[in-house]
């Protein structure tokens, strides 16, 4: 299994076991991904133990927090190595309340692009993703106006390469008409696997597909199977689960996030777990019975 992935037309070679950023911020209440952690030296210590260990991808926005996980990441690795891809994304904002409302506006995407700019000390973005639809799901919805403010930014050499999130295989065809996009972040697991076909025409065209939630969604009776499966091979349900991820298509890239140095190896020990055919056979058929009971509903 091949363990890295150029994204296309690009010189940016990753790890396919990358790091999610989210969880470094902190909770304030109800509001969850807000403010300072409780401790920021142990996220400082999770960021540096992640790129020693080999992670060159990191996934974040300026959002969270707002503005704190991409300002611990330049505390803890600034000046970057050559290697380090960095990823984030634009098209929300915070509320006062802890809520997530859309800015997709020009000068909300523009903002937001100058914003991550200044947080993680860089001139030049190397991948921005635009994020649309809802939490878990694309919508019909425009997206012309900030893709195109993106495009514009990217002549501008402020942005280097752009991606989508929550979207569509129509979405994607419509967004290329406007400019190339590397990478595609949508909801995806052994439970929700709405975008089987579009993972595989994604790979045919050698985009990058990167899930998030790797464990998200789950029923009783899923996490009952997987957690079998895990237990015959000694191993974590998120490390199957992640396993599964990695061997079910070479462009699936990972960012699972943690706050806490021992989680994370664990998450990393994932990407040198191979799974036996009859345990890949087994896992598969979480998400064809998934399938089939939402078709009875």
Known sequence: MNQEFTFPGTSLRVRRMGYGAMQLAGRDGDKVVWGQPRDIPAAIEVLREAVASGVNHID?????GPHVTNQIIRKALHPYGDDLVIVTKVGARRGADGSWPHARSRQE????????????????????NLRLGGFSAPVDEPFEEPLTTLAE??????????????????????????????????????????????????????????????????????????EATAASLEATPMQVALAWLLQRAFNILLIPGTSSVGHLRENLAAAKLALPPDAIAELDQLGVNSRSAARQE
């Open 60 to 64: 974040t926005s300026d959002y969270y």
């Open 109 to 128: 995407i523009i903002d937001a692009v100058h914003d991550n700019l200044r947080n993680l000390g860089v001139d030049s973005l190397q991948i921005v």
């Open 153 to 226: 930014l990217r002549r501008q050499g402020l942005v280097q390469h752009i991606g989508l999130s929550t979207v569509s295989a129509r979405q994607l065809a419509e967004a290329q008409a406007i400019t190339e996009i590397i990478c595609i972040q949508n909801l995806y697991n052994l439970a929700q696997r709405g975008d089987d076909a579009f993972i595989d025409d994604l790979a045919a065209r050698n985009i990058a597909y990167v899930p998030y939630f790797p464990m998200g969604g789950f029923s009783p009776l899923q996490s009952a199977a997987l």
